[in-house]
C-alpha cells in the first residue's frame, strides 16, 4: 500500500516540480561538496600545525647580575627527552 502511495505521489511531483533535479543528481552534488570540503580541510591542515624548530635567547649571569663569559648552557625537551646544548663564542 505504502509503495503505491508513493508512487503515485512521485508521479505527482515530477509534474508539480518538472525542473527539480532528480535523487541521483542531488547525491552527485553532496559527494562533490564532501569533496571539496575534505580537500580545502587537508590542504590547509598545515596552517594549523606547529614549527619544528624553536629558539632560546638569554644572558647567562652569576647571582649578582654579573654576565657569564664563555658560558655554555644545556637543554631538555622533558616532553621527547631531546638534549641541545650551546656554548658563548
Given amino acids: 500500500m505504502t ?4 508512487g503515485l505521489f512521485a508521479g505527482i511531483s515530477s509534474r508539480v516540480f518538472p525542473n527539480r533535479p532528480s535523487n541521483n543528481f542531488r547525491m552527485y552534488r553532496v559527494r ?6 575534505l580537500g580545502v580541510v587537508a590542504l590547509c591542515a598545515n596552517a594549523f600545525a606547529q614549527s619544528g624548530a624553536g629558539s632560546i635567547q638569554g644572558t647567562v649571569t652569576d647571582s649578582t647580575g654579573a654576565v657569564i663569559p664563555g ?7 622533558q616532553g621527547t627527552g631531546i638534549a641541545a646544548g650551546a656554548a658563548d663564542a
Fill in 32 to 37: 562533490i561538496l564532501a569533496l571539496a570540503v
Fill in 71 to 77: 658560558a655554555s648552557i644545556h637543554v631538555v625537551n
Fill in 3 to 6: 509503495t503505491r502511495l508513493q
